[in-house]
């Protein structure tokens, strides 16, 4: 089996106090390229202020909504202030913003929950940040982290990497799901119909080519440089053809429209920043202390490990692991995840979390902190210049997050795959991640599988005891609406 890719260089002289602070020269980086890799995250990630708000739009058990224009203000600062706390203290090229699994979890199932308010949905988010604040302090959240085997962390990274390719291609509208003769539908398939037509689509494919291309002939700045002409060819294909977004303001669908932001340059407005603090720990009187624990163990238990899986899969394709596969500051990167749980609770935007388009920056050589330093004062200045969001449309950033895919399911060569029983959760772990379209679904059944699976080989002393707490806490995750229904909730 290969060694783990590092980039620390111990013996480089710092060239000044910031290169010493941040180790750039140490872990094999320049100024430069941590700060074009700082950019290619915002870039990647930058779609959240959009999307964030119109997952949250609907209306809660009470029938009120959040507003669109607060919940955008509130995700593009709650993302700078916890992106920023990742850059300078715990060092590592990590973005962090609102999580979409979480989102969507609050608004499809918790939020639709009868006399359950939007301050008290954002008030169980808060509390399952503060469980998790109070696991990284006692030290449990990171011996688990420690206890997963190496095979898992291996699946883990690949899973990203499938996953972040889907992510991309299901972006640019490349992927789409296709209905059947029956009128059902088949998971997923080429294009519109079978067939790949409108010009987002050709944006999509001429980025993706010139994006390979670069990185392929090594050229510096290669990703970036692919976002950068993708928008700029989306922008002036809208300008001549007028394309429009796939489904406007009235809810007229375009099928071969721009996936989520037609490049465009709306007015500016000041930001809403109302919904701070505007959070109600009332859930537990209003739906009862066993429904409302049951609704934070759900939160809880998927923010927990989809860090643990994103930081492991980010880390190692930066290079900022040990000989064994630690990560450096694993401790501050944990903790600061869990205070943007927290925080984004608290600020009505949802838990804010490490985000896979990370990998995004990494793939362009950001190595330090001080990328996540240029990507969260790009987030403080997206909430007063929000227009300049709308330039850049999802189609130009899906080649730059295919091309980090594939640099992420390459360390599929790390796992043994004589050992058998530890290949198998390995390969569950990667192939549940893009085909549920969550991280810690995978995690979660891999994580079973190993434990399974090494007692039935005789070898159930190789399973971790904190193995065994996580994987009968996953039964219970995937058996939650079974124990709902049995205690009648």
Same mark, same amino acid.
């Given at each position: 089996?290969?060694?783990?890719?590092t980039?620390?260089?111990?013996?480089?002289?710092?060239?000044?106090?910031?290169?010493?602070?941040?180790?750039?020269?140490?872990?094999?980086?320049?100024?430069?390229?941590?700060?074009?890799?700082g950019?290619?995250?915002?870039?990647?990630?930058?779609?959240?202020?959009?999307?964030?708000?119109?997952?949250?739009?609907?209306?809660?058990?009470?029938?009120?909504?959040?507003?669109?224009?607060?919940?955008?203000?509130?995700?593009?600062?709650?993302?700078?202030?916890?992106?920023?706390?990742?850059?300078l203290?715990?060092?590592?090229?990590?973005?962090?913003?609102?999580?979409?699994?979480?989102?969507?979890?609050?608004?499809?199932t918790?939020?639709?929950?009868?006399?359950?308010t939007?301050?008290?949905v954002?008030?169980?988010?808060?509390?399952?940040?503060?469980?998790?604040?109070?696991?990284? !302090?006692?030290?449990?959240?990171?011996? @688990?982290?420690r206890? &997963?085997p190496? +095979? %898992?962390?291996? =699946? $883990? *990274? /690949?899973?990203?990497?499938?996953?972040?390719?889907?992510?991309?291609l299901?972006?640019?509208?490349?992927?789409?799901?296709?209905?059947?003769?029956?009128?059902?539908?088949?998971?997923?398939?080429?294009?519109?119909?079978?067939?790949?037509?409108?010009?987002?689509?050709?944006?999509?494919?001429?980025? !993706?080519?010139?994006?390979?291309?670069? @990185?392929?002939?090594? &050229?510096?700045? +290669? %990703?970036?440089? =692919? $976002? *950068? /002409?993708?928008?700029?060819l989306?922008?002036?294909?809208?300008?001549?053809?007028?394309?429009?977004?796939?489904?406007?303001?009235?809810?007229?669908?375009?099928?071969?429209?721009?996936?989520?932001?037609?490049?465009?340059?709306?007015?500016?407005?000041?930001?809403?920043?109302?919904?701070?603090?505007?959070?109600?720990?009332?859930?537990?009187?209003?739906?009862?202390?066993?429904?409302? +624990?049951?609704?934070?163990?759900?939160?809880l238990?998927?923010?927990?490990?989809?860090?643990?899986?994103?930081?492991?899969?980010?880390?190692?394709?930066?290079?900022?692991?040990?000989?064994?596969?630690?990560?450096?500051?694993?401790?501050?990167?944990l903790?600061?995840?869990?205070?943007?749980?927290?925080?984004?609770?608290?600020?009505?935007?949802?838990?804010?979390?490490?985000?896979?388009?990370?990998?995004?920056?990494?793939?362009?050589?950001?190595?330090?902190?001080?990328?996540?330093?240029?990507?969260?004062?790009?987030?403080?200045?997206?909430?007063?210049?929000?227009?300049?969001?709308?330039?850049?449309?999802?189609?130009?950033?899906?080649?730059?997050?295919?091309?980090?895919?594939?640099?992420?399911?390459?360390?599929?060569?790390?796992?043994?795959?004589?050992?058998?029983?530890?290949?198998?959760?390995?390969?569950?772990?990667?192939?549940?991640?893009?085909?549920?379209?969550?991280?810690?679904?995978?995690?979660?059944?891999?994580?079973?599988?190993?434990?399974?699976?090494?007692?039935?080989?005789?070898?159930?002393?190789?399973?971790?005891?904190?193995?065994?707490?996580?994987?009968?806490?996953?039964?219970?995750?995937?058996?939650m609406?079974?124990?709902?229904?049995?205690?009648?909730?």
């Open positions: 089996m290969s060694t783990l890719r980039v620390n260089h111990q013996d480089v002289e710092p060239k000044n106090k910031l290169d010493k602070f941040f180790k750039i020269s140490q872990r094999g980086s320049t100024l430069g390229t941590e700060i074009r890799g950019l290619a995250t915002f870039l990647a990630m930058s779609y959240i202020i959009v999307l964030n708000p119109l997952v949250l739009s609907g209306a809660d058990g009470s029938g009120q909504t959040l507003g669109i224009s607060a919940v955008a203000a509130a995700t593009a600062l709650i993302a700078a202030v916890i992106t920023l706390l990742m850059g203290w715990a060092n590592h090229p990590f973005g962090l913003a609102a999580g979409l699994g979480v989102n969507a979890l609050l608004a499809i918790i939020a639709t929950t009868p006399d359950l939007w301050p008290e954002m008030g169980l988010v808060v509390v399952a940040g503060l469980v998790m604040v109070l696991l990284v !302090l006692t030290g449990f959240r990171t011996a @688990v982290f206890a &997963v190496d +095979a %898992i962390k291996t =699946g $883990i *990274v /690949v899973g990203i990497g499938f996953f972040i390719t889907l992510i991309g299901v972006n640019a509208g490349f992927v789409r799901r296709l209905p059947d003769e029956a009128g059902t539908t088949v998971p997923l398939g080429l294009g519109i119909g079978g067939e790949l037509s409108g010009w987002p689509i050709l944006v999509f494919v001429i980025g !993706l080519a010139l994006t390979a291309i670069l @990185v392929v002939r090594q &050229v510096r700045g +290669a %990703i970036l440089i =692919g $976002i *950068v /002409v993708s928008t700029i989306a922008n002036i294909l809208e300008g001549v053809f007028h394309i429009g977004p796939s489904v406007d303001d009235a809810g007229n669908v375009n099928p071969e429209g721009w996936s989520l932001v037609a490049p465009a340059m709306p007015g500016w407005n000041a930001p809403d920043l109302s919904l701070l603090g505007n959070v109600s720990l009332g859930a537990f009187s209003s739906i009862g202390s066993i429904a409302a +624990a049951l609704l934070v163990f759900a939160i238990l998927s923010v927990f490990f989809d860090a643990m899986g994103t930081s492991v899969g980010l880390a190692r394709e930066a290079g900022n692991v040990d000989d064994v596969g630690n990560i450096p500051n694993l401790d501050r990167v903790l600061v995840d869990a205070i943007g749980v927290t925080a984004g609770g608290a600020g009505s935007a949802s838990s804010t979390q490490i985000f896979v388009e990370s990998g995004t920056g990494i793939g362009e050589g950001a190595r330090t902190g001080f990328a996540s330093l240029i990507t969260g004062v790009l987030f403080l200045a997206a909430m007063f210049l929000t227009p300049l969001i709308y330039l850049v449309p999802f189609e130009a950033v899906a080649p730059a997050l295919v091309i980090v895919g594939f640099m992420m399911v390459s360390q599929v060569r790390q796992i043994d795959w004589n050992d058998v029983g530890a290949a198998i959760p390995a390969f569950i772990t990667f192939a549940l991640m893009p085909f549920t379209y969550s991280i810690v679904n995978g995690i979660g059944a891999g994580i079973i599988a190993y434990a399974v699976i090494r007692t039935g080989q005789g070898r159930g002393r190789e399973v971790h005891p904190l193995l065994w707490v996580v994987a009968i806490a996953f039964v219970f995750y995937f058996g609406g079974v124990f709902q229904n049995m205690l009648g909730l």
